[in-house]
């Protein structure tokens, strides 16, 4: 079983140390202790409630059909627009998101620093990397 320190926890979820302490008292996660005694929490628990959690964000574009799978709801933190090109930075839960588009593809979604986006990502090859030792995200 892979435990997750409360701070961890929190942290991976965006939420406070607190907010992990309710969900504990709540019977959300179940609390154990590890060997040095330090609370911690199942991973796997965090785990389904960050899944759980990632469908009740609201998507405006719910109602479009798309083959991208990684969707992301945000708001947008910075738009940097030229005569030709812009960089959109969307801040999607603890992700930040920074996509290249064309100036005229700004203009037509009618985006400004503060509006609700969904970045859509699809990519031929996407890495995921593990700590050698989960003792490293700590």
Known sequence: MTQLRIRDAAAFLGVSDDTVRRL??????HRTTDEAGRAVVD????AEYARTRSTE???PAS??????RNRFV???TDLVVDTVMA????????HRVVSLMSAEAVRDLGLEVGSVAVASVKATMVAVEAPAL????R
Do not use: H, M, N, Y
């Open 24 to 29: 504990v008292d709540g019977g959300t996660f």
């Open 63 to 68: 109602g479009v059909k798309s083959s991208a």
């Open 74 to 76: 945000g708001i947008v």
């Open 134 to 137: 989960q003792e490293d995200l």
């Open 87 to 94: 960089q959109v930075e969307l801040q999607c839960g603890p």
């Open 43 to 46: 991973g796997r628990q965090v």
């Open 57 to 59: 964000l609201a998507d």
